[in-house]
T-cell receptor, first 107, second 112 residues
Framework: QKEVEQDPGPLSVPEGAIVSLNCTYS??????FMWYRQYSRKGPELLMY????GNKEDGRFTAQVDKSSKYISLFIRDSQPSDSATYLC???????FGSGTKLNVKP | KAGVTQTPRYLIKTRGQQVTLSCSPI?????VSWYQQTPGQGLQFLFE???????NKGNFPGRFSGRQFSNSRSEMNVSTLELGDSALYLC???????????FGPGTRLLVL
C-alpha cells in the first residue's frame, strides 16, 4: 500500500465550477500537509500548507485536513482555465507525495 | 529573493554514462532534497541534505548519490545510467527541512 493515495484523474470541469481534489494517507505520524500545483514541464509550486486538522482558506483555495480519517482535500472555487494543471498532495515527516490529479478547466 | 535554480535544464546521455546535476537553494535555506519524477511513478524522494550531511534517504540504488557544499548548494550524481533513469529530476529547498519545500524547475534527463 502506498503511503499516499491520490486519484490521477484527469478531472475535467467547466469554468466557474467548484473543484474538489482529495488524498488519503496511511501513516498517522504525518503532521504537515501540503498542496502543490505543477504546470506542464515545470517544477511543483507550493499552493497551501497546514499542520492541523480543519480548514485553511487562501483566496479561491481551501485546504481541509481530517486527521481522524487520514483524508485531505483541496477545494478550488470559481475555477479558471489558468487552474488547469496537475495538483499534488504532499505530507511529511519525510516527504511523501501523491501521484497527482490532472485538472482541466474548460472555458 | 531568487528561487531554487537547477542546471542544466535538459540533458541527453547514453546508457552506461554518468551524470551530475546541480541545485542552488533559496538563499538562507539549509535543506536540499532531490526527487525523481516520472509519469508512471510520480514524484519519488531520493535524498535530503542538511548542513552538508545526508539526513534522509529514499529507496533508490547506490548509483544515485549526492552531496551538499558549505554554501548549501547541492549536486546529485547518477552513475552507470540506465534507460529507466530518464526522468525529471527536481530539487527542493527549505530552511530547516521540517516545513514546506520550494521546488526548482527541474532537470529533464533523457537516457538513450
Amino acid at each position: 500500500q502506498k503511503e499516499v493515495e491520490q486519484d490521477p484523474g484527469p478531472l475535467s470541469v467547466p469554468e466557474g465550477a467548484i473543484v474538489s481534489l482529495n488524498c488519503t494517507y496511511s501513516n498517522s505520524a504525518f503532521q504537515y500537509f501540503m498542496w502543490y500545483r505543477q504546470y506542464s514541464r515545470k517544477g511543483p509550486e507550493l499552493l497551501m500548507y497546514t499542520y492541523s486538522s480543519g480548514n485553511k482558506e487562501d483566496g479561491r483555495f481551501t485546504a481541509q485536513v481530517d486527521k481522524s480519517s487520514k483524508y485531505i482535500s483541496l477545494f478550488i472555487r470559481d475555477s479558471q482555465p489558468s487552474d488547469s494543471a496537475t495538483y499534488l498532495c504532499a505530507m511529511r515527516n519525510k516527504f511523501y507525495f501523491g501521484s497527482g490529479t490532472k485538472l482541466n478547466v474548460k472555458p | 529573493k531568487a528561487g531554487v535554480t537547477q542546471t542544466p535544464r535538459y540533458l541527453i546521455k547514453t546508457r552506461g554514462q554518468q551524470v551530475t546535476l546541480s541545485c542552488s537553494p533559496i538563499s538562507g535555506h539549509r535543506s536540499v532534497s532531490w526527487y525523481q519524477q516520472t509519469p508512471g511513478q510520480g514524484l519519488q524522494f531520493l535524498f535530503e541534505y542538511f548542513s552538508e550531511t545526508q539526513r534522509n534517504k529514499g529507496n533508490f540504488p547506490g548509483r544515485f548519490s549526492g552531496r551538499q557544499f558549505s554554501n548549501s548548494r547541492s549536486e546529485m550524481n547518477v552513475s552507470t545510467l540506465e534507460l529507466g533513469d530518464s526522468a525529471l529530476y527536481l530539487c527542493a529547498s527549505s530552511f530547516e527541512g521540517v516545513e514546506t519545500q520550494y521546488f526548482g524547475p527541474g532537470t529533464r534527463l533523457l537516457v538513450l
